[in-house]
């Protein structure tokens, strides 16, 4: 992953960087190598995080997924609400603003006094709308596409993102991310042909189609927002904290909500909400049970997703968020009585090899990574050891 050097700034390997600049008497090695259990504290510590916002974002995403299409099988036919609940469950995430550590508190401070107030609006302004219309797109092809297609779809915002990614945060696209791209092209344009009417989606060959443009649109977009969230990160929000990443997504959400509820009233959707409970066929409480939880896991989602953002870059996060690509569909088969047929598996198998291929990328990039921090600091306790050895005997 060619944007490590660069946006890994918190990842295990700067942190070796970091944990080598205290203050060390020179020639001291006991001293050095007390600073050890520091970095590995440290270290695990990362990991630890990364696993939570990885498990956050494959759990969140699939079981998000899963309901909305529920939502549709069993009565629910408002592409507003279905879009609303993808946002309106930020409150939860209120009290964690108050909640999280107070780290880097005093950047945040600077980057206020920095940055204008009306900076700051604009983006939060831009990422919510933007936020609303993607959610929108999300719908429509949920509507219309059986779910295992449509989360084979998805998995082209990882090639959206590596593109974006290339011009707006100098992501290099080497061998193994190109050969991720292709294949993951390959695997949504094969979905084309394939239109699946027997599954949970009673969509017409017309419908079929705009869910695809639809859903193929989302995905370009959320990858475009990811890519900007990243950029938002390095040049507006800098030296931000755990809190800003929670903030970025209520402030974000809400007008992404307000943006919705907007269109929900302006559409008329809303007088038919009423009936549509009432028509549900797994009952009014399921159907209220329903939307609370896609709320909820949506919400579980983007803390995952922001939060890998956050750490390390917009283009880990998608590939994190691709690691689902196998769950949703082969779930579906059973709970949706989706069709698996020849051209799907071709799908999933290429899009599972692309994804393997970014991934083995990251994986010698964080080599590459640690053999150049273990060499710095072999070089480094080699002159520490040459400096006590050139001090004269008398004054050691």
Not at 7 to 14: A, D, K, L, R, V
Not at 118 to 123: D, F, Y
Request: proline fraction near 3%; charge should be positive.
């Amino acid at each position: 992953m060619g944007e490590v050097h660069e946006e890994c700034i918190t990842g295990p390997s700067n942190i070796m960087s970091q944990e080598a600049k205290p203050a060390v008497p020179s020639g001291d090695t006991n001293a050095r190598r007390n600073l050890r259990p520091g970095f590995s504290l440290k270290r695990y510590s990362w990991w630890i995080q990364m696993i939570i916002y990885s498990v956050f974002v494959l759990c969140g995403q699939s079981v998000a997924t899963l309901l909305g299409r529920l939502y549709y099988d069993k009565g629910g036919n408002s592409k507003w609400m279905s879009t609303l609940v993808q946002t309106v469950g930020f409150p939860v995430l209120v009290p964690f603003i108050f909640l999280a550590s107070n780290e880097k508190q005093h950047s945040e401070e600077t980057n206020r006094r920095k940055y204008s107030p009306i900076l700051m609006v604009s983006l939060f302004i831009f990422l919510g709308v933007f936020l609303a219309a993607d959610c929108m797109l999300y719908s429509i092809g949920l509507l219309y596409l059986p779910v295992s297609t449509y989360t084979l779809v998805c998995a082209s915002q990882l090639g959206f993102n590596a593109f974006f990614s290339y011009f707006l945060n100098g992501q290099k696209l080497t061998a193994f991310i190109i050969n991720s791209l292709v294949l993951l092209t390959i695997s949504s344009v094969l979905l084309v042909f394939s239109p699946d009417d027997s599954s949970g989606s009673s969509a017409t060959k017309g419908k079929y189609a705009i869910g695809f443009i639809c859903t193929l649109a989302a995905s370009a977009g959320y990858a475009l927002m990811l890519s900007v969230t990243q950029l938002a990160f390095r040049k507006v929000l800098r030296n931000s904290s755990v809190r800003m990443v929670v903030k970025l997504i209520v402030y974000q959400s809400a007008i992404a909500t307000v943006v919705i509820l907007i269109g929900l009233f302006a559409s008329g959707e809303w007088k038919t909400l009423t009936k549509e409970m009432e028509n549900f066929k797994l009952g009014n409480l399921s159907y209220l049970m329903t939307l609370i939880w896609i709320s909820i896991t949506w919400q579980i989602f983007n803390v995952g997703a922001v939060g890998l953002i956050y750490k390390i870059s917009s283009l880990f996060s998608n590939v994190i968020s691709t690691l689902a690509l196998p769950i949703v569909p082969v779930v579906a088969v059973f709970t949706f009585n989706d069709k698996m047929n020849g051209v799907k598996v071709i799908s999933m198998v290429l899009a599972i090899w692309g994804f393997t291929s970014y991934l083995y990328q990251h994986y010698v990039d964080d080599l590459e990574i640690k053999a150049i921090a273990e060499n710095a600091s072999k070089v480094s306790d080699e002159r520490n050891v040459n400096q006590v050895s050139a001090i004269p005997l008398v004054e050691r």
